[in-house]
């Protein structure tokens, strides 16, 4: 009756809140997706909107990653849903070492002498390139929430979860994002001496910390490899 339908309303209410909650504070914590967006920030000129876009994309990506790889779970039931989970670190090893192509792309482009657009700021398509890249690993949080849904079937309050998620953690980057320009925008208008000198050492260093947190993250996520298999 109408009591049960109030009470599944507030139980999805609930739940909905619950995993936007855990999408803040889950962002808040150490990550791969905040190492790409406050390297690229802070050393690749990139722009305000350009980091609220870099933010969202990586929301979004981590999101329908996760959404996919359950429902394709779901409709082709290859990997029981019990290892699902422990399966997508070969999602993170692609990622990371995506993450250490891009810096190394990036070192090349500065070895180069590439010339920067001063005005315009970072290249959007590298900052979405970026961004996409970083959030290919799907959240853990969102994979147990969706496997618990669909198990119950509750499939789509689980995706409506997921994006719950997405949208706390969107918030979270969005406000570091917001912070680190700030940070850089503010070091510039203060006009320390040689600060144009120092940026292609700045961006190049940038690059380097992609190199070293891709190469180090992979190799992690390779030494769990052998406890899965």
């Known amino acids: 009756g109408r009591y049960k339908v109030e009470q599944s309303v507030w139980a999805a209410t609930v739940m909905l809140l619950v995993a936007f909650s855990y999408g803040v504070f889950h962002a808040a914590g150490p990550g791969h997706g905040k190492v790409v967006t406050s390297t690229f920030l802070l050393t690749q000129r990139a722009l305000l909107r350009q980091g609220l876009l870099m933010s969202g994309i990586i929301a979004l990506v981590q999101a329908c990653t996760a959404i996919l790889l359950v429902s394709a779970i779901a409709l082709l039931p290859i990997i029981p849903r019990s290892e699902m989970v422990q399966r997508t670190v070969f999602l993170e090893i ?12 990036l070192a090349i482009r500065q070895l180069r002498g590439h010339p920067h657009a001063h005005s315009h700021g970072l290249p959007t398509n590298r900052a979405f390139l970026a961004a996409a890249i970083a959030g290919l690993r799907p959240c853990t949080g969102a994979l147990l929430v969706l496997l618990f849904s669909l198990a119950n079937g509750l499939f789509a309050l689980g995706i409506a979860a997921t ?33 144009l ?3 292609p050492v700045i961006a190049f260093s940038g690059a380097l910390v992609l190199i070293v947190a891709g190469v180090l993250l992979a190799l992690g996520a390779l030494g769990r490899i052998g406890h899965i298999i």
């Open 94 to 105: 692609l990622s990371y070492v995506l993450i250490a192509l891009l810096g190394l792309h």
């Open 163 to 195: 994006f719950a998620i997405g949208l706390g953690v969107w918030m979270t980057l969005a406000t570091i994002a917001l912070g680190l320009v700030g940070f850089r925008e503010t070091a510039v208008r203060l006009q320390i001496p040689n600060i």
């Open 197 to 199: 000198l120092l940026r």
